[in-house]
């Protein structure tokens, strides 16, 4: 009866430890695929820009910067995109091949990496997109008009990053997220 019980115990344990890994599984792909519909969005901004006509008359190094930043933010929202969809298509795969839970937990720590190398691109090319915007004002309106729209889209920039940040101390503890993934054998027992 006891060998009965212990048995019913691991398998619901195990069970349990699964069952929190596949939630992780699961919040990785959700915030893959909202980072892939945000990026999205601002490669076709980006792509849009790329397509304006600049006037000839404008200062070359001008038009040069333009183009460098929104083809840049045009290209990182692109590997955001690339990421997140290899992500998606190849990390459940992952983890549901293998005889043990050992893929489930390489999958996700793969996952996890990836995520913070998909935000960096995501942050970069929002930095690339707002410097973009800024530009593009520089090129097609007068001064007083350039110097107002700059001014505003900076301090809606620095909005952006202070609420940033807050979230990301809201959320996003200092040591790190806790995972479920379980090292050694918990349930061996001692007499052994």
Not at 48 to 59: H, K
Not at 158 to 181: K, W, Y
């Amino acid at each position: 009866m006891l060998q009965a019980n212990k048995g019913n115990v691991i398998s619901r344990f195990h069970k349990t430890s699964l069952e929190i890994r596949n939630m992780e599984l699961t919040y990785y792909l959700t915030v893959f695929n909202r980072l892939s519909s945000i990026s999205s969005i601002l490669a076709g901004f980006a792509a849009s820009g790329l397509t304006m006509s600049v006037p000839s008359w404008e200062d070359s190094v001008l038009v040069t910067a333009y183009l460098i930043f929104t083809s840049s933010a045009f290209g990182m929202n692109l590997l955001v995109i690339l990421i997140a969809t290899l992500c998606n298509l190849w990390g459940p795969g992952k983890a549901l091949r293998g005889a043990d839970q050992a893929h489930l937990h390489q999958a996700i720590e793969v996952l996890e990496q990836a995520q913070k190398e998909a935000m960096r691109f995501f942050v970069m090319g929002l930095f690339c997109y707002f410097i973009s915007t800024i530009l593009v004002v520089w090129l097609f309106f007068d001064k007083m008009g350039a110097t107002v729209t700059t001014a505003i889209l900076i301090i809606f920039c620095l909005m952006l990053v202070r609420q940033s940040l807050v979230i990301r101390r809201a959320f996003i503890p200092s040591e790190g997220f806790a995972t479920g993934v379980l090292q050694g054998n918990p349930v061996r027992s001692r007499a052994e």
